[in-house]
């Protein structure tokens, strides 16, 4: 009887540790890729979001860097012109020479003056757009229209202050990947102002 006893007690501790095995076998590795496949997929979107946000926002601040160095060289020359009749034309050249290779983007150049409040005069602006005949670093390829002629600026000091004067450069940029959601294009404006050169006097 106490045979029979430990008999089937081993038989049954055989049993439970067989469904013991069986409960606890490993995934198998296709269970295994299929899981990562599906974290993957879920992943991937914002992986690429993050890559293409960082390469196409530093391509936009590069483009922001390049117009607004333009423009800053642009008020430079101009303020050292002064009322020069060719002023603006070799405002507009120091501006094409600074853009380089951002220059087919650009949609305008504006010579303004400033009123006392630091604001552009509407009445007071020189908008010029390229023709797109002719060698865009050359100033007559540029249609303008002029409110505001260089022969007309105050550069001598007296009782009247000198001209302040601002240089917008408006440019296009483009989004390289076209990647949700940088799809399209944006517009760049960059202005710089300057006081321009005294030239004279008055006595």
């Known amino acids: 009887m106490r045979t029979l006893s430990v008999s089937l007690v081993l038989g049954h501790t055989g049993v439970l540790a067989d469904s013991y095995h069986m409960n606890c076998q490993p995934p198998s590795s296709d269970n295994e890729r299929g899981a990562s496949l599906v974290e993957f997929s879920l992943v991937l979107p ?3 979001l993050i890559v293409f946000g960082i390469l196409e926002m530093g391509m ?8 607004g160095s333009a423009a800053q060289e642009g008020a430079r020359v101009a303020s050292f012109k002064g009322n020069d009749i060719d002023a ?6 120091s501006v094409v020479s600074e853009l380089g290779g951002e220059v087919d983007q650009v949609s305008s150049i504006k010579l303004y003056r400033v009123d006392t409040a630091g604001n552009p ?11 797109g005949v002719g060698d865009i ?22 009782t009247t202050p ?10 296009t940029h483009t989004w390289v990947t076209q990647f949700p959601p940088f ?14 050169e005294p030239e004279a006097y008055d006595t």
């Open 46 to 48: 914002i992986l690429l």
């Open 60 to 67: 936009a601040f590069r483009t922001t860097i390049t117009v």
């Open 88 to 93: 603006d034309c070799v405002a507009l050249e």
């Open 121 to 131: 005069e509407p009445l007071k602006t020189n908008t010029y757009t390229y023709s």
């Open 137 to 158: 670093t050359d100033c007559t390829k540029w249609n303008g229209t002029v409110l505001w002629p260089s022969t007309d600026r105050n550069v001598t000091v007296g």
């Open 162 to 171: 000198l001209d302040v004067l601002g240089v917008e450069v408006s440019s």
């Open 183 to 196: 799809g399209g294009s944006i517009t760049v404006d960059e202005s710089t102002i300057v006081r321009l």
